[in-house]
């Protein structure tokens, strides 16, 4: 009973401080749901977890946050898109209780994280998984074919023509013009851009000669502000190419590329594959899953130009209700409900099973300290 | 000055009641908070970009140092506020004109609602304004320009395929800038005395001579004064900036009709800053205190500009 009235309490407080809506919602329904229990024969629970971070699962965290206030309806989820940067420096200064970020820690953010952690050190979940198509807007061409140094060498602007041979030899029935290709990339500092870049520069180190960075590295072509500024710019001239979330495509045409000797659309089921199929990082925690993703794969069901963010927390909170929280949420992220509803939320890619039972490992470790 | 020393000299016998005491004492306070305030930003940004200033250079983002990636900013930011100031004097002070000695009374009044308007609209709307409109309509004029015009540096092309450049991100601040200089300059004409005008045109004078022996040259501080204002709100500019240009970092170009652009130092701050950590943020905010202290230096210079030719004006 008493848990009724805080959890009651603390919703009214929610709704009044003008948090989520559909969570205000959750929580109204509360009485009906009562006796429906939660997920796993999880106790009831009830309070506030923060997060901060990456921009590019806020869609999906919208889907996370609805969807578990349908099975923990007195926990109010809060995140901050302030950026992976800022959301993996608040949660290491303890401002927030997990990190969404489109990178794992450092080594030094890693040196950082034992001080706000303890000894037992940080999760690190791959839990959104998207991937990054390589749009055009090139009228009369409805299907390309791009060999990765083919696409390195048309966004370092070695490439300058549509009708290039480089670009004919993979594409021998499309009619390509001679149109001036006009590159486009974001204009701000992106996990995106971070994550093509570091395609490139593994796949086409010769043609792409520097590393991966969130920061266009080049001085070259057109840019654009946020997905939906480069998405845009794309759509507005003509002979344009440019990178983004698949799922924000829209009806721009989506080049497929060259995966061994095959050339891969992006799709979800492909595009988590070649997480599964990746290499952990070595010598870090053992709930770490900070992944090397295998750009360079040669199986032609991996689609190796993909996004991956992760959320990070303590493996132990000092607070026991942060604990139990943070537990219940991640394990709803990872499971296939929570997965889907990213899905539907924001077109991500849902986890492999595997992924999902490494996932879980370090979510029922996840305790309170001493 | 004078008017507060006044009071106190003139009654022998000062009654000094508790309003008094009160009002005098919280106005006081108003005016030393704003300086505090000024200070405190002054502060804090030299305290927060000292780390960027003396790290070494390579940790800096573009990894040459501070130097170097300011600098592109700051000339991307001058070059579009200079776009806007070339484009929108003329056009502010000829519609001043119109305004105050061509047009009907009541078209005026109207008119001059619709100018003061424009300022009102929230920069964003400009930015959108820009990008969906303007910049695609003016993709055929940098094509011509590139082929006609692509003799001069300004006009080398290759003409961007989307229009996001930097002559268009200097028109819409163009647009943004010139309520400002038209509100300051119409002003300052209304207020040519009426005996100048007419000791003109009664010596013969057309209209238009008229304006330029004495509407101009005792508006010329307004004129001045108006176009630094304007110069003020160009080199802040942020939204519209960033959804507007096509930028590429550490680009120094007089090119206007490329998609390569330096971006500007408000924009760069927005758009990098989400995504900035550690000595990032140092270097951003490096880049805000070059920006304050440009902006601080034009404001001085116009107020300097506009007290100079006061004194005889009988503006203030």
Known sequence: MTLRTLSRATAVSAALAGTLALTACGASNETSKDSSGAAGGAAKLSGTINGAGSSAQQAAMQGWAAGFSGVQSGVTVNYDPVGSGGGREQ???????FAGSDSALDDEELTKAKERCGDAGVFELPNYISAIAVVYNLPGVDQLNLKPATIAGIFAGKITKWDDKAIAADNPDAKLPSTTITPVHRSDDSGTTKNFTDYLSKVAGDVWTDEAAGVWPLKTGESGNGTSGLISSVKGGEGTIGYADESQAGDLGIAKIGVGTEFVAPSREAAAKVVEGSKIKSGRGEFDFAYDVNRATTSTDEYPLVLVSYHIGCVQYDDKDTAGLVKAFEEYVVSSEGQQAAADAAGSAPISDNLRDQAMTAVNAITTAG | MTTTNAPQTQPPRAVRRLGDRLFAG????????????????AAFLVIDAVPALVAPAREVPGGRGVLPYVGPLLFGTVLAAAIALVVATPLGVAIAL?????APRR???????????????????????GIVWLAPRLVPFYRWTEAHLGFLPFFAGPASVTGKTMFTAGLVLA?????????IS???????PTLHREAALALGATRWEMIRMAVLPYGRSGIIGGAMLGLGRALGETLAIALVLSVSAGTVTFNLISSTNPSTIAANIALQF???????????IASGLALFLVTLAVNVIARAVVNRRADFSGAN
């Open chain 1, 91 to 97: 949660f290491l200064a303890g401002g927030v209780d």
């Open chain 2, 26 to 41: 919280s106005a006081r306070g108003a005016g030393v908070l704003i300086l505090l305030v000024l200070a405190g930003v």
């Open chain 2, 98 to 102: 119109f305004l105050t000695h061509y």
């Open chain 2, 107 to 129: 078209l005026a009044t109207g008119l001059a609602y619709v100018v003061d308007l424009l300022a009102a609209i929230p920069s964003i709307v400009y930015g959108f304004w």
């Open chain 2, 175 to 183: 647009v943004m800038v010139l309520p400002i200089i038209t509100a």
């Open chain 2, 186 to 192: 119409r002003e300052v004409f209304a207020q040519v």
């Open chain 2, 274 to 284: 989400p995504e900035s950590s550690g000595i990032d943020v140092n270097t951003l």
